[in-house]
Nanobody, 114 residues
Framework: QVQLLESGGGLVQAGGSLRLSCAAS????????MGWYRQAPGKERELVAR??????TNYADFAKGRFTISRENPNAVYLQMLGLKSEDTAVYYC?????????WGQGTQVTVSS
């Protein structure tokens, strides 16, 4: 069973930064892509950023220029978030995707105070 464990969330003031980490129980290169999603209260879960096994990245419009997804070791993916805004407040989830199914972590809360 694939396990994903997020960490790095917390409370930060607007304009601040956070770095989220996702530790995977398997090599991230075993998946078609790794990604970060978020879900704010009363809203649907949405894509933040994704990186394919080949290294191609894509970002939601709100994340472009502020967030960066990276992989620095074979079992982890990261999300560097700069210039945080109150509307970035949400639970952030790590995702690992295969053709057959998706895997999700439990999420980490990010709260941005204005």
């Amino acid at each position: 069973q694939v396990q994903l464990l997020e960490s790095g969330g917390g409370l930060v003031q607007a304009g601040g930064s956070l770095r989220l980490s996702c530790a995977a129980s398997e090599s991230i290169y075993e998946f078609n892509s790794m990604g970060w999603y978020r879900q704010a209260p009363g809203k649907e879960r949405e894509l933040v950023a994704r990186i394919t096994v080949g290294g191609t990245t894509n970002y939601a419009d709100f994340a472009k220029g502020r967030f960066t997804i990276s992989r620095e070791n074979p079992n982890a993916v990261y999300l560097q978030m700069l210039g945080l805004k109150s509307e970035d407040t949400a639970v952030y989830y790590c995702n690992a995707s295969r053709i057959s199914r998706n895997y999700w972590g439990q999420g980490t809360q990010v709260t941005v105070s204005s």
